[in-house]
């Protein structure tokens, strides 16, 4: 009698483990957007503490400027309110997105989230996300929230 294992039974092995391998690899990129959520939902709240900060720092009050360097008017401020720009975890190198509305009252920090694409394109006058928020945009806002505020 012959011992070890026939060609066809390390065979049988290798599809079963290929099989189980193909199931849970999808569950994997699903548990890296869950923790890339949390981590955006975390970095919004720390950009929205930041933004309150400037906001009280300053006379009169306002909110910091809008555009692509936001974020550098936060690291450079003195006292300094961010050690360093805080980066979108589902945009490959874009900062949070930030807009304020035309006067001054409120403003929306937003992340793209696992769809990597943003419905949100600012906030009104009355503090509603424009257009309504939908799909899986994370933000925070001093405005009305709605789904996906955190």
């Known amino acids: 009698m012959r011992k070890g ?5 390390l065979l049988i092995v290798i599809m079963v483990i290929a099989i189980l391998i193909g199931i849970a690899l999808p569950r994997f990129g699903g548990m890296r957007d869950e923790g890339n959520t949390t981590k955006a ?3 919004l709240r720390t950009c929205q503490a930041a933004v309150e900060s400037w906001y009280m ?3 009169p009050h306002t909110y910091p400027p ?4 936001w974020e550098t008017q936060l690291t450079t401020a003195t006292p300094q309110i961010l050690g360093s ?4 975890p589902f945009g490959a190198s874009a900062t949070t997105q930030y807009r304020y509305a035309l006067n001054g009252a409120y403003y929306v920090i937003w992340s793209l989230g696992p ?5 949100i394109t600012g906030i009104s006058t ?4 424009t257009p309504a928020a939908t799909g899986d ?3 925070v806002s001093n405005g009305t929230p709605g789904s996906g505020g955190f």
Do not use: C, K, P, Q
């Open 137 to 139: 945009d994370i933000f």
């Open 66 to 69: 809008a555009g692509t360097t």
């Open 115 to 119: 769809n990597r694409t943003s419905t």
């Open 85 to 88: 720009v805080l980066y979108d």
């Open 57 to 59: 720092h300053r006379n």
């Open 41 to 43: 939902a975390a970095e």
């Open 126 to 129: 009355t503090g509603t996300i």
């Open 5 to 9: 294992f026939t060609l066809v039974e």
